[in-house]
């Protein structure tokens, strides 16, 4: 067995972050009672989905820190639904987005939906004698229990967020603190996510082989540079390793 440890993605790799923050922003939306003041909750949830993707890509560069992130994530979209009705703005403050957040983290993190073939995946792994490490840039505080919420918190011998490592997927460092606080070895570990540009290139640039898992239905000619593997579904790994 050449590889013996994978680094595996958390988000939208494992635990179906998109369907569960579906789930959860309406639960925020009814909760908060934001029809009054917004056009609909199908235009706020495109307008935060459309800020949300545009900020941790910022986020994953280096570009804004957490603290902006949090605000910004919530204040552009709400700000935009807002206005978009007429409404006064002046009362979005940070410290109302940073209580938005908080809630909705409270929320999505208890929402237990995974990946189809998450768990199937999971167990061939550990059967197979792999040594699996989550490798993610969620926030410490809601990654824990977004794993304990999906039942996946016993499949892995480490949990590696961008918080520790001081530095963010794509980065070299987050990838170098991996291997110091794991034990692997480049040669001999793989690194499985959802997203190109911070878990397939980065571990590119950091000389290890990759399996992307193409969820999003990306046309691989686009890619600057191929990944070792591509799959549609989390069960086709199961030919590979």
């Known amino acids: 067995m050449k590889n013996k440890d994978l ?5 939208d790799t ?3 972050t998109h369907g569960n923050s579906m789930i959860a922003l309406k639960k925020l939306f009814d909760e908060r009672h934001w029809e009054k003041i917004m056009p609909s909750y199908e ?6 989905f459309a800020t949300n993707v545009d900020v941790w890509a910022k986020y994953a560069h280096g570009e804004i820190d957490r603290d902006t ?5 919530y204040r552009r979209p709400v700000t935009e639904m807002v206005k978009a ?26 929402e237990p939906g995974i990946v189809p073939g998450a768990k199937q995946l999971l167990d061939y792994l550990k059967g197979k004698g792999y ?6 840039n969620g926030f410490h505080e809601v990654q824990y229990r977004k794993l304990k919420s999906a039942g996946l918190e016993g499949y892995f011998s480490t949990v590696i967020l961008s918080e520790d490592a001081g530095a963010n997927k794509p980065r070299k460092e987050f990838f170098d603190y991996a291997f110091a606080k794991t034990g ?21 640039n950091a000389g290890m082989d990759t399996i992307y898992f193409n969820r999003w239905n990306v046309d691989p000619q686009i890619l600057e540079r191929q990944p070792n593997y591509i799959v549609d579904k989390l069960v ?3 030919k590979i390793l």
């Open 7 to 11: 680094f595996i993605d958390f988000d």
């Open 14 to 16: 494992l635990y179906d």
């Open 43 to 48: 235009a706020f949830r495109d307008a935060y």
């Open 69 to 73: 992130l949090i605000v910004e994530r």
């Open 85 to 110: 009705c007429g409404g006064n703005t002046s009362w979005i403050t940070p410290e109302w987005c940073v209580a938005a957040s908080d809630r909705y983290g409270d929320i999505i993190s208890s």
């Open 131 to 136: 040594r699996l490490h989550i490798c993610s």
């Open 184 to 204: 692997a070895q480049r040669e001999t570990t793989i690194m499985i996510g959802d997203h190109y540009d911070t878990d397939i290139a980065g571990a590119i």
């Open 236 to 238: 086709e790994i199961e």
